[in-house]
């Protein structure tokens, strides 16, 4: 009896390199996101790679409406074991254009947190009639503290934060655990146009580590490690010093 992982925002780099990190587990795989000719191709890649049951689906995380008839969908295919979740959707505009057009604001504020709440709440069901599972967010350690480069994305990431901790205390006993991946940079499309970031993991790097501490229990994690030093500092900088920093 395999569990079944859906992967939500399939079609992103960490995504992808998650979902080969649990086909190599054994797990089958719901692949979900927009692009549907990508998902086939990770789909029966997935499948002859490792053996392992992958089904492309649908999913808009902007569509709120469509969010209860994905769920029942995503029951229906999931394997017979447990349905776990992986959530990597998000998108990053620049600052500066968020703060130039109000509906770049708005669609980062719906992509990043108002969709993640909405299809996590309608999982919420599924989670606590099948008496456990795991489910894995991708927060950013952006959220720890707002700062002048990007603090509209950090803010959605806090609030994503702190709906997951009221999420982890609903599904608790229902013995879901549920774990909040506080990342730092990944060399990904998102941080391509960005200058050499430091600490940055390559996505396979991260999805294993991602999916080692998934196996130790819910809660929060700095990955690499290395960012939970560095955002202490920065957590506990004085203000004054704090705002005069570029970072």
């Not at 995503?74 to 959530?87: D, Y």
């Not at 959707?89 to 990043?112: K, S, Y």
């Not at 960005?194 to 996505?203: H, I, Y």
């Not at 991260?206 to 990955?223: D, P, T």
Request: aromatic share 8%; hydrophobic share 50%.
């Amino acid at each position: 009896m395999s569990d079944t992982w859906l992967i939500l925002g399939a079609s992103s780099a960490v995504a992808r390199a998650f979902a080969r990190e649990a086909a190599s587990h054994g797990a089958a795989l719901l692949l979900a996101g927009r692009d549907m000719e990508d998902l086939e191709h990770q789909a029966a890649d997935l499948s002859i790679r490792y053996g392992v049951p992958a089904r492309p689906m649908r999913f808009e995380a902007r569509d709120l409406a469509s969010h209860a008839g994905f769920v029942a969908e995503c029951r229906q295919h999931a394997a017979s074991g447990l349905l776990n979740v992986f959530l990597a959707f998000g998108v990053m505009p620049e600052q500066a254009e968020a703060d130039a057009d109000p509906a770049v604001a708005a669609g980062m504020v719906e992509a990043n947190f108002t969709g993640a709440a909405s299809v996590l709440g309608a999982l919420g069901p599924v989670l606590e009639a099948q008496r456990g599972g795991t489910v894995v967010a991708l927060g950013s350690v952006a959220g720890d503290r707002g700062r002048k480069r990007n603090f509209l994305y950090g803010a959605t990431k806090a609030a994503l934060l702190v709906y997951l901790q009221g999420y982890a205390a609903r599904l608790s006993g229902a013995g879901v655990r549920v774990l909040c991946i506080k990342a730092g940079p990944v060399d990904t499309g998102m941080t391509w146009a960005l200058p050499r970031l430091p600490f940055m993991a390559s996505p396979r790097q991260f999805a294993a580590a991602a999916w080692r501490r998934a196996g130790r229990g819910g809660g929060s994690a700095y990955l690499p490690i290395i960012w939970w030093p560095v955002m202490t500092i920065i957590r506990l900088l004085p203000t004054p010093i704090f705002n005069k920093l570029n970072i």
